[in-house]
């Protein structure tokens, strides 16, 4: 469903994000995400006057992963940027992305490491959107969605799910959104074996389990998929 017809308005401002995943033939994954603002005019810098047709912003974050959601490689790069050659001072920050899991405080951990001054405002932004990403990369490609358990658990290897294993938790994805709550129609006809479960619990989530409550608990889930 669109959204409703707007009112009468001019176009000031375009923000893109794109994000797009890849799987490597060396069994790792590429997570790419690019940041792009524009604007249909010419604007005004500090630096000077960036014409029509150039972004102000043209950012990039690379991550290489493991199946488990490990960063074991991380890149970032300022193509275009408001202060040329300034603002891509702050690329090798992103470095310290690798150790990290995209399910286990993620957003969390890489705010903590480039916090203020230590990075791009932009490009850091773009990290609050990696694990979700990952986790629609990964699903059925690299874990089966329709089994349950949670994403990046040895049990969710492409062997295990093969062999018709079940689990004892839900598909990771029911309980998170409307749509999918348990009592809700979708996982009465989709879902049969899960209509009526209880609501999952702190033990469910796919965080670290020293979160401070069941809120934070699920602040690595993306917001479309909780309540």
């Known amino acids: 469903m669109p959204l409703s017809p707007p009112v009468s308005r001019q176009l000031r401002h375009r923000r893109a994000i ?3 995943a890849f799987e490597r033939e060396d069994g790792l994954w590429d997570i790419e995400a690019c940041l792009t603002d524009e604007k249909p005019r010419d604007v005004k810098l500090a630096t ?3 014409p029509q047709g150039l972004p102000i912003h043209e950012l990039w974050l690379r991550i290489t992963i493991d199946r488990t959601f490990t960063i074991v490689d991380a890149e970032a790069a300022s193509e275009w940027a408001p202060y040329t050659g300034l603002c891509a001072a702050s690329n090798p920050a992103y470095r310290a992305l690798i150790g990290l899991n995209l399910v286990q405080n993620f957003r969390r951990e890489s705010s ?6 230590t990075g791009c405002t932009h490009i850091t932004e773009l990290c609050a959107v990696l694990p979700t990403a990952a986790i629609q990369a990964f699903a059925g490609e690299v874990w089966n969605t329709e089994k ?11 062997a295990g799910t093969a062999a018709g294993a079940e689990s004892d938790k839900p598909p990771f994805q029911l309980g998170r959104c409307n749509a999918l ?3 809700g129609e979708a996982v009465r006809q989709y879902y049969p ?3 009526g479960h209880a609501p999952r619990g702190t033990a469910d989530r796919i965080t670290d389990q020293d979160q401070d409550n069941a809120k934070k608990a699920g602040s690595e889930v993306e917001p479309a ?3």
């Not at 349950?148 to 492409?158: I, L, M, R």
């Open 18 to 20: 794109r994000m797009e």
């Open 48 to 50: 000077g006057v960036r």
């Open 112 to 117: 903590r490491l480039l916090a203020g001054t």
């Open 148 to 158: 349950g358990g949670a994403p990046g658990k040895p049990s969710d290897s492409s």
């Open 181 to 183: 709550r348990f009592d």
């Open 193 to 195: 074996r899960w209509f």
């Open 225 to 227: 998929q909780r309540n």
